[in-house]
């Protein structure tokens, strides 16, 4: 089975050679679709030196969107039978996609999720750690599920499953967005525990707390809409 890698990437110069070349590196049949949402540091530059890698796509937006746009812009492009979700930064670690598709290739389910585990020097926000838990447990009340870690990156689907869920979304909200429309049709999500190795805000890090209280409000909307 193909695997395609979306990677949406705004102003991330200091790790995109790295997660390119770390995914590149996996031994999976594969396609990477990079979507460069409108960044304004050398990330176009960088990302010219792999217009001819085989296998891997570039779209660009001609300005920032959000990660959810970029993900979108993605959905027409994919080709494989199971696509998964690789943030630009270092955060996560590309190794982890053999065991992420195992049960979507051997097993028969939809939707795997990357929970993650603490790695190394654990030295991410309380307020992330804490929003993460929240966000868990409200979807797991409105929508029964049992997940630990709804605002993961590391979201793997069964790819015409995928491309099937209507998204409105534009930034962070993806996440609760994409988990509520996919508990709406009473599919389980699986989780699988992955490697995290959490980064500072002034090291590049772009969710804040107002993405939190979004992700609620996402959360209560689409449970009665």
Known sequence: ????????????????????????????????????????????????????????KIIRHKSNQGKGMAIRSALGQITGDITIIQDADLEYDP??????????????ELVVYGA??????FHSHLRSYLGRKIIS????????????????????????????????CKGFEFEPEITAKIAKRRI?????????????????????WIDGVTAVWVLLKYRFV
């Not at 982890?96 to 097993?107: M, T």
């Not at 993650?116 to 020097?121: D, E, P």
């Not at 870690?149 to 499953?161: A, E, H, M, Q």
């Open 1 to 56: 089975m193909k695997l395609s890698v979306i990677i949406p990437v705004y102003n991330e110069e200091q790790t995109l050679p790295v997660i390119i070349k770390k995914v590149i590196e996996v031994s999976l049949d594969k396609e990477i679709i990079i979507v460069d949402d409108g960044s304004t540091d050398s990330t176009p530059e960088i990302l010219e030196r792999y217009k001819d890698e085989k296998d891997l």
């Open 95 to 108: 190794h982890d996609y053999s065991k992420l598709i195992e049960p979507i290739r051997n097993k028969g």
């Open 116 to 121: 993650r585990t603490k790695t190394g020097s």
């Open 137 to 168: 447990f409200l979807t797991n009340i409105l929508y029964n599920q049992g997940l630990t870690d709804v605002p993961t990156c590391y979201k793997v689907f069964d790819s015409k499953l995928l491309k099937s869920i209507p998204l409105s």
């Open 188 to 208: 389980k999500i699986k989780e699988i525990p992955v490697n995290y190795y959490p980064r500072r805000f002034r090291e590049g890090k772009k969710i804040r």
